[in-house]
């Protein structure tokens, strides 16, 4: 069983920064990916970014420039640096893990998200 927790959501104005953490713990011998995804009211939940175990980024065109993924592996979190931030990016924030359980099973779980809202 493994657990997500993230947390770091809240309001601020438009322009402003807030930093995302999502902490993994559990029965985890390996993390292969993380990835944050956001859903905003009425829409589907969508890719914001992700970061492979070797340290490949992606990130959606939307938030390119603005946003910095990172992790440190020693404790299983992933941050997600948010800077510049638009009332669009309003909306709740999820992190997805993939990876392998310490009895070599797959897995993949979510968080419980955390909300950002940007407003003046």
């Known amino acids: 069983q493994v657990q997500l927790v993230e947390s770091g959501g809240g309001l601020v104005p438009p322009g402003g920064s807030l930093r995302l953490a999502c902490a993994a713990s559990?029965?985890?011998?390996?993390?292969?990916?993380m990835r944050w995804h956001r859903q905003s009211p009425g829409k589907q939940r969508g890719f914001v970014a992700s970061?492979?175990?070797?340290?490949?980024?992606f990130y959606s065109d939307s938030v390119k420039g603005r946003f910095t993924i990172s992790r440190d592996g020693a404790k299983n979190t992933m941050y997600l640096q948010m800077n510049s931030l638009k009332p669009e990016d309003t909306a709740g924030y999820y992190c997805?893990?993939?990876?392998?359980?310490?009895?070599?099973?797959?897995?993949?779980?979510w968080g419980q998200g955390t909300q950002v809202t940007v407003s003046s």
């Open positions: 997805h893990v993939q990876g392998l359980t310490q009895d070599r099973t797959p897995f993949r779980s």
């Open positions: 559990g029965s985890i011998a390996r993390i292969d990916v």
């Open positions: 970061i492979t175990q070797d340290g490949n980024i």
